[in-house]
């Protein structure tokens, strides 16, 4: 449980901690680097190359979306130890997205790649929606 809390971007970071229903956080170069980096990597690895991987052996007769969608509903009940239940539901769509870029490319860090840059495009929008809106 410990790795896939870690997988699952429990880690401090940016200068806060992640709180369910409330956050102290900023955008700082350690934040970027756990983001963008880290925890795609991490994630990907656990939940992509090894959850996927095991469970469709363990489980030949499921088919490959049955694997990515148990996959990905673990990967969005892991979030939910961390973030508002909202935001573990928001990632089902996207961890789908790379389950099915890992079962077409069989290349786990391809997946982190697009991971990062997802995680990156969330932070964008998410601090600028924050400006707008006068928030943190």
Not at 42 to 56: K, T
Not at 103 to 125: D, E, Y
Request: proline share 5%; with cysteine; aromatic share 10%.
């Amino acid at each position: 449980l410990p790795l896939l809390l870690a997988a699952a971007g429990a880690l401090p970071s940016g200068g806060g901690v992640k709180v369910q229903d409330q956050q102290v956080r900023c955008l700082s170069v350690d934040r970027l680097v756990l983001d963008l980096f880290l925890y795609p990597v991490l994630e990907e690895y656990v939940f992509r190359l090894h959850g996927m991987g095991w469970l469709a052996k363990r489980r030949s007769e499921w088919s490959p979306l049955a694997v990515n969608l148990s996959i990905s509903l673990i990967f969005s009940a892991c979030h939910m130890f961390i973030w508002p239940w909202q935001h573990s539901i928001a990632v089902i769509a996207p961890s789908l997205m790379l389950g099915i870029l890992m079962q077409r490319t069989k290349c786990w860090p391809i997946c982190a790649a697009v991971h990062g840059l997802m995680n990156g495009f969330w932070l964008l929008s998410h601090e600028a929606v924050l400006q707008y809106l006068g928030g943190n």
